[in-house]
């Protein structure tokens, strides 16, 4: 199984990213996909999760300007950014909490490689 996120890039203040995660693979189900975050030197952290029901999850900091979606056909996860600040800048990594077809009755956790995204000011 692979996740490869792409989509980041330089953007001026109060501009738009979209991210985009393709995961592939022997992938038999997806329980839950999701946007972290990291800045150097600091420990990664939630931006925004979907599952399977598309229920969604927003790190207070980015809710109202920030949208998560999933494609089930094509198990793709998005991460629509909006009104971005340079508090945004870091690195973005996608996450995948899914089963595969070796292996149905385990969940395992996937991350994708990282996106950097910078927003100046």
């Known amino acids: 199984v692979q996740l490869q996120a792409s989509g980041g890039g330089l953007v001026q203040a109060g501009g738009s990213l979209r991210l985009s995660c393709a995961a592939s693979?022997?992938?038999?189900?997806?329980?839950?996909m999701g946007w972290y975050r990291q800045v150097s030197g600091n420990q990664r952290e939630l931006v925004a999760t979907?599952?399977?029901?598309?229920?969604?999850d927003y790190a207070d900091s980015v809710k109202g300007r920030f949208t998560v979606s999933i494609d089930h056909a094509k198990n793709t996860l998005y991460l629509q950014m909006n009104s971005l600040r340079p508090e945004d800048t870091a690195v973005y990594y996608c996450?995948?909490?899914?089963?595969?077809?070796?292996?149905?009755?385990?969940?395992?956790?996937?991350w994708g490689q990282g996106t950097l995204v910078t927003v100046s000011s």
């Open positions: 996450r995948g909490r899914l089963t595969t077809t070796q292996n149905m009755g385990v969940v395992s956790n996937y």
């Open positions: 979907v599952t399977r029901s598309s229920n969604t």
């Open positions: 693979g022997s992938i038999f189900s997806i329980s839950m």
